[in-house]
């Protein structure tokens, strides 16, 4: 546990025993993790008969369609309540709760439940495990120290969020404890081809024609070790897929044989560029991202800069070709 943390019954007790209703977020352009733990913490909730809302700034991709609950994310400027208790799950820090932390009262009470080495421990309580694969094994970890009941509901959001953070227990955070969490959350007759199909695999016609058009784009730096793909707004409209679904490209740069650091840009509606990174093995990618003014992990990391595609993809290339370039001599 990291330094300033509380202790997992201090977290359980925080949650469970104020009756006023309760802020759940989860961060902007919610993943499987994200949602998967904001929806663990709702069934707690609803097994405890506390009242809770759940809300974001973006909408839930229709690929967690399956998930109990699922229905109950309100958009943040659809709130018309003020909460003096919040939960935050997966967010590295309080601009990743993008415009919903502005639904606390100003003396409220702010639970961080997180595992991004990044966090910055900006809650009144903070549990924060970055040795943790997924936010849903610090709440699985959570709700088997205090003897909690585990049910359906709870034990296929919970499974989802390891799931997506583990790639398919594909990710070198895949460590015997996780393995033993999802045999016992399988248990509750969960079926994992369902799960990994909906949240790792499936895509829809646009999402695969994202891919297409994305793919040629396909840049890589000329010693072999980094690759990126950008997707405008023309593409994006001629694909006729969300903004939120461009995060099926993520996985192709770092796939190509050699390529330690994978890239994808996206141009986003209000000038802006996301930036997503991955490495295969030696860069820490979330200090690239943490010098852009994002955070995340050291093998997936992200940012937000202003600029054009184009000037974004030259000041990024830059950074992370020296960091690469660093990585490689200190590995020779
Ligand atoms: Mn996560």
New binding site residues.
């Given amino acids: 546990m990291g330094i300033n943390n509380s202790g997992y019954s201090e977290i359980y007790e925080a949650l469970h025993e104020p009756l006023d209703p309760l802020l759940i977020v989860c961060h902007i352009s919610p993943?499987g993790?994200?949602i998967g733990?904001a929806l663990a913490v709702a069934h707690l909730c609803d097994d405890w008969s506390r009242p809770c809302v759940l809300v974001n700034d973006d909408e839930i991709p229709e690929r967690y369609n399956f998930l109990p609950g699922v229905e109950r994310f309100i958009k943040t400027q659809d709130v018309g309540q003020m909460f003096a208790y919040a939960v935050s799950v997966?967010c590295a820090d309080v601009r990743r709760m993008g415009e919903a932390w502005r639904l606390m009262i100003p003396d409220g009470q702010l639970i961080n439940i997180d595992?991004?080495e990044t966090n910055n421990h900006f809650g009144a309580l903070n549990l924060v495990e970055s040795e943790a694969a997924?936010?849903c094994l610090v709440l699985y970890r959570m709700i088997r120290e205090n003897g909690l009941q585990m049910t359906r509901a709870l034990a296929l959001v919970l499974y989802t969020?390891i799931v997506f953070?583990t790639g398919g227990f594909h990710y070198n955070n895949t460590t015997p404890e996780i393995h033993l969490a999802a045999a016992n959350l399988l248990s509750y007759d969960i079926e994992p081809f369902v799960v990994a199909d909906r949240v790792l695999e499936a895509m829809t016609r646009e999402q695969i024609e994202l891919v297409r058009l994305g793919l040629s784009t396909l840049h890589v730096h000329e010693s072999g070790l980094i690759a990126y793909v950008a997707i405008d707004q023309t593409m994006l409209k001629a694909s006729g897929a969300h903004d939120g679904d461009v995060e099926v490209l993520l996985p192709y740069p770092r796939t190509l044989v050699g390529v330690e650091v994978g890239l994808l840009f996206r141009e986003r509606m209000d000038g802006s560029v996301k930036v997503s990174l991955r490495s295969r093995e030696i860069v820490d990618v979330s200090e690239i991202a943490l010098s852009f003014g994002g955070g995340g992990h050291v093998r997936a990391a992200g940012c937000e800069i202003s600029g054009s595609l184009q000037d974004v993809i030259e000041t990024v290339m830059v950074k992370v070709e020296a960091v690469v370039q660093r990585a490689y001599s200190a590995n020779a």
Wanted: aromatic residues 0%; without cysteine; glycine residues 10%.
């Fill in positions: 993943d993790d994200a733990a997966d595992h991004h997924a936010t969020g953070d």
